[in-house]
């Protein structure tokens, strides 16, 4: 799994640099990667496995999302600086995970700044596709309840 698929505005070394300060971190199955309201300030990149999204509602766990290999997750909160607004747990196997910490950017921003610029672009664009994946979701249930009208 490259990084060059996720953060498509970096140049090559600035994946190389990226990818050797990130940590890599494993976790068992069911194991919580984030808690809900949790102060968390990194970004995670799955390499292996999948994470379920969950937010808590009167006592159940509501599912989100699945992200897999090649997708990240906390994005909102690395962003927003803000805490979870959820719970991300590793699904049924092992979770291999590469973790961005604003601290991580901040050292390779401070030797190339042109790389925030392009990091943030990268974040940027995956963040409005989801945002359009979710829209179509919204709009084609809201047919399914409401009809076409023409």
């Not at 090559?12 to 494993?26: F, I």
């Not at 747990?89 to 950017?105: C, K, Q, R, Y």
């Not at 672009?121 to 809201?142: C, H």
Request: aromatic letters at 8%; charged letters at 25%.
């Amino acid at each position: 799994m490259a990084l060059a698929k996720i953060f498509k505005f970096l140049r090559d070394e600035e994946h190389q640099q990226l990818l050797q300060s990130c940590e890599r971190r494993s976790y068992k199955p069911g194991e919580v990667l984030i808690q809900e309201g949790q102060n968390q300030t990194a970004l995670f990149v799955i390499v292996k496995g999948e994470v379920k999204v969950q937010r808590e509602h009167e006592g159940f766990a509501i599912e989100l999302s699945r992200h897999g290999p090649g997708e990240i997750f906390g994005d909102m909160s690395f962003i927003e600086g803000q805490s979870a607004s959820a719970n991300v747990m590793a699904g049924d196997e092992e979770v291999l995970a590469f973790v961005i910490t604003h601290d991580h950017i901040g050292t390779l921003t401070n030797q190339n700044p042109g790389l925030a610029a392009r990091f943030y672009q990268s974040l940027a664009e995956i963040l409005s596709r989801r945002l359009r994946e979710t829209s179509n979701l919204v709009q084609k249930d809201a047919a399914s309840v409401w009809g076409n009208p023409e």
